[in-house]
């Protein structure tokens, strides 16, 4: 297998400066915004947006972390017995509020599917925005990220890898599969 990386770290830094300033542009402001992060990439991905909003805004977002797993469609083919336990925190009721739900990568749109479910028992949000680091096509369901760090196409046998300090002591994004053999780049 090989490893690419195609996002560095001060990337990184630069695309989700970006990507804040667009959620408060569209949300004309922060009043009413909370910050839901899918774990576990999603979660420092939504702390980190909410720390650039607060560096130039002066405005706190809340910020919650979000355990898809009961909400998942494929339970009954997944062996859980040794999977780890996460719980959902969300710090205030997100009824009326403009949710920005917040993941690495986007891919099949599954488990944003999941993500929706599990908050629309949490109560009902004025509105539900999604914002992935990463979107790298091949839908399986009609799901669209209202902002987007990077498009990555990619290929199904490729594996789209956001690495965090937070859970991986570095930041970059990198493509790992089959030797890319087209691929004219060092």
């Known amino acids: 297998m090989v490893a690419k990386v195609v996002v560095s770290a001060d990337e990184m830094r630069r695309t989700l400066s970006r990507m804040a300033h667009e959620?408060?542009?569209?949300?004309?402001?922060?009043?009413?915004?909370?910050?839901?992060g899918?774990?576990?990439?999603g979660v420092p991905l939504?702390?980190?947006?909410?720390?650039?909003?607060?560096?130039?805004?002066?405005?706190?977002?809340?910020?919650?972390?979000?355990?898809?797993g009961p909400y998942r469609d494929?339970?009954?083919?997944?062996?859980?017995s040794s999977a780890p336990s996460y719980l959902t925190k969300v710090p205030l009721d997100i009824a009326g509020r403009s949710v920005v739900l917040v993941d690495d990568v986007l891919y099949t749109g599954r488990s944003t599917r999941s993500a929706m479910d599990a908050l629309i028992d949490m109560g009902r949000p004025r509105c539900l925005q999604l914002a992935v680091f990463i979107d790298r096509g091949h839908?399986?369901?009609?799901?669209?990220?209202?902002?987007?760090?990077?498009?990555?196409?990619?290929?199904?046998?490729e594996d789209v890898q956001?690495?965090?300090?937070?859970?991986d002591g570095r930041?970059?994004?990198?493509?790992?599969?089959?030797?890319?053999?087209?691929?004219?780049?060092p």
Do not use: H, W
Request: aromatic share 4%; hydrophobic share 40%; proline share 6%.
């Open 46 to 68: 939504a702390r980190r947006l909410a720390s650039k909003i607060q560096e130039f805004e002066g405005v706190e977002i809340p910020v919650g972390e979000l355990d898809i």
């Open 162 to 167: 956001v690495r965090l300090t937070e859970a």
């Open 139 to 157: 839908r399986e369901m009609p799901i669209r990220a209202d902002y987007v760090g990077k498009n990555l196409p990619t290929s199904r046998e």
């Open 171 to 185: 930041d970059e994004v990198v493509i790992v599969g089959p030797a890319l053999v087209n691929d004219p780049s």
């Open 38 to 41: 899918m774990l576990t990439r």
């Open 23 to 36: 959620i408060v542009e569209r949300n004309k402001g922060c009043d009413e915004v909370v910050f839901i």
């Open 74 to 80: 494929d339970l009954a083919d997944l062996d859980l």
